[in-house]
């Protein structure tokens, strides 16, 4: 963490906005890539995918639910009249081509619906298909994967120097001093677009975070990478591409999360009969990748859930990692938070393993948290809150 004064940066997270229960992540990438194949194995809908660019002109939306072994299991047991998982927001957004920073293709229009976006899918073709078109003639991601971040770092090149030519005529006359300190951030930021680098991947102090989460700068979001290979090479786990593509992410986005997957396959197996799947998978040694997506795509937000249980519903409640007991409380409801009293905490593996509320109590495993405690992930929480001065409440 960076000092008091602020003079050693330190590698802050940039969260862009407050967690909620509506997060959303982008499918990015060049068209006829399989975006929308994935959009609609990962939702049951079925918006276009024909074989030619932006078929997806408008982006497509929907609440995927985050598949989670815990949430059954609670199901299961409470039975519940309402059951509402932690759910992604994913959105299915119309292919980018080389100059959409300049208007080409769907140009400012892809790049806007990018930034109502709290985190990307950057997808990549990396498998041949005489039937599908390749918007660029040849197959070839390493090449698509700088066509996309070319475009992206070029946006928001363009706005942060817009932003610092607007700030730097009010520091300039003096009219607000305040802005001395985000001018300096802007002009860090500017410098490292510059040098080709992506803003999520800078040594930013926390009053940069602060003026970073005000800009809607793309290459600030969160990142994962989906590899759309044929499925004989997802069958056989190998593909010509893979390493390339690997080393490319290795030093762009270090660390960043690497999925491969195949449409193909996950549309075979989604056309397939419930009842033969299953035997499918084993003969081939493999599984379906999209609830591998779906959690990686929440984890790339550090996300994570608690749960309210009982009878009437068992409701899971997305934060991010690191949320007080208030602040998760205000997922709920902005009074839960305003008007937090205390949280009554048991983790899932001790219910689980106890078997009831009842033997959590006894086991000295069920407890009243305050305001300074940090939910985890699989929490079970009952929150008291007044906000009327009458007697607590609870939920």
């Not at 399989?34 to 660019?53: C, Q, R």
């Not at 769907?106 to 918007?135: C, M, P, W, Y």
């Not at 090479?233 to 390339?244: E, H």
């Not at 749960?307 to 409701?315: A, I, K, L, Q, Y």
Request: aromatic letters at 8%.
């Amino acid at each position: 963490m960076a000092s008091k004064k602020d003079a050693t940066p330190a590698k802050e997270k940039i969260h862009l906005g407050r967690p909620s229960n509506n997060v959303s992540i982008g499918i990015v990438g060049l068209p006829n890539i399989g975006k929308s194949t994935l959009f609609n194995l990962l939702s049951d809908l079925h918006v276009p995918a024909e074989n030619y660019p932006f078929c997806t002109i408008d982006p497509n939306v929907s609440k995927v639910p985050v598949p989670d072994k815990r949430f059954d299991f609670l199901c299961e047991y409470f039975k519940p009249k309402s059951r509402v998982p932690a759910v992604l927001s994913v959105t299915d957004i119309a292919g980018l081509v080389k100059g959409a920073s300049q208007g080409k293709g769907l140009g400012n229009a892809f790049l806007s619906h990018i930034a109502q976006v709290d985190a990307i899918f950057h997808l990549v073709r990396a498998f041949k298909d005489t039937e599908v078109e390749h918007v660029e003639g040849e197959v070839d991601p390493v090449r698509d994967l700088d066509i996309i971040t070319t475009e992206l770092l070029a946006k928001d090149l363009d706005l942060i120097k817009t932003q610092c030519d607007i700030v730097g005529k009010v520091v300039a006359r003096g009219q607000d001093k305040s802005k001395k300190g985000e001018l300096e951030t802007m002009q860090k930021v500017q410098a490292w677009l510059e040098e080709g680098k992506d803003v999520r991947e800078g040594e930013w102090s926390l009053k940069d975070v602060d003026v970073i989460c005000k800009l809607p700068l793309l290459t600030a979001k969160p990142i994962a990478f989906l590899v759309n290979v044929s499925a004989v090479d997802y069958i056989g786990k190998k593909n010509k591409w893979l390493k390339s593509i690997y080393e490319w992410v290795q030093k762009r986005s270090p660390g960043a999360a690497i999925i491969p997957f195949s449409g193909a396959f996950e549309q075979q197996l989604a056309d397939m009969p419930a009842d033969k799947r299953p035997q499918y998978l084993e003969e081939n040694k493999t599984q379906s990748a999209l609830n591998k997506v779906i959690t990686q795509g929440y984890e790339t937000l550090d996300l994570v859930h608690y749960f309210t249980c009982g009878e009437d519903e068992v409701r899971a409640w997305t934060i991010r990692e690191g949320t007080k007991a208030p602040q998760a409380a205000g997922v709920i409801h902005t009074d839960f938070e305003r008007g937090f009293i205390s949280a009554e905490q048991m983790s899932y593996t001790d219910f689980k393993e106890l078997g009831s509320e009842a033997a959590v109590r006894a086991a000295g495993k069920y407890k009243s948290q305050g305001k300074l405690y940090v939910v985890h992930d699989g929490d079970i929480l009952f929150f008291k809150f007044n906000v009327s001065g009458g007697g607590p409440k609870k939920k």
